[in-house]
């Protein structure tokens, strides 16, 4: 809940978080998982879709 809760306070989509945080975590090096956290995620750009489209319009 407490990730949830954060990528919404960082005006984030919580669905499209977690979809790509769970997808990348795998592979992701342990050396960089602060770039994970919500208050640092960028969405990937993907379909021509940039990252912007996936936070929450306010």
Known sequence: M????SAKLNGLNPHAYLK???TRLPTHPNSRI???LPHN???PET???DAVSEKICA
């Open 47 to 49: 379909n021509g879709v």
């Open 2 to 5: 407490s990730l949830i809760q």
């Open 41 to 43: 995620w960028v969405a």
């Open 20 to 22: 790509d945080v769970l």
């Open 34 to 36: 602060d770039e994970l």
